[in-house]
């Protein structure tokens, strides 16, 4: 098992910054990737950020110049930097964890999610 404990969400005002933590705990053996997905009320969950261990990184277009993803593999950590914030932005935000156990399986957790909510 893995846990995920994300924390930083909060309310803002447009225009405003957050700071999105994620640390992973358990059985993590291996981590591969780590990611950053909301969701708003009726609306599906998306990917904001995507980060892999080597580094690389991913976007969705609509936070693009905006947020930044950034990891530390050896605290295992995941961070989401989050500026120039747009009501639009509101929405519950879940940490996500892929990886491979030492029996190389392969392992998928998501945390409980955190809100953030950007008053107009």
């Known amino acids: 098992q893995v846990q995920l404990v994300e924390s930083g969400g909060g309310l803002v005002q447009a225009g405003g910054s957050l700071r999105l933590s994620c640390a992973a705990s358990?059985?993590?053996?291996?981590?591969?990737?780590m990611g950053w997905y909301r969701q708003a009320p009726g609306k599906q969950r998306e990917l904001v950020a995507h980060?892999?261990?080597?580094?690389?990184?991913n976007y969705a277009d609509s936070v693009k110049g905006r947020f930044t993803i950034s990891g530390d593999n050896a605290e295992n950590t995941v961070h989401l930097q989050m500026n120039s914030l747009k009501p639009e932005d509101t929405a519950v935000y879940y940490c996500?964890?892929?990886?491979?156990?030492?029996?190389?399986?392969?392992?998928?957790?998501w945390g409980q999610g955190t809100q953030v909510t950007v008053s107009s």
């Open positions: 996500r964890a892929e990886g491979v156990y030492s029996d190389y399986h392969g392992y998928d957790y």
């Open positions: 980060i892999t261990s080597s580094g690389s990184t």
């Open positions: 358990g059985d993590i053996d291996r981590i591969n990737a």
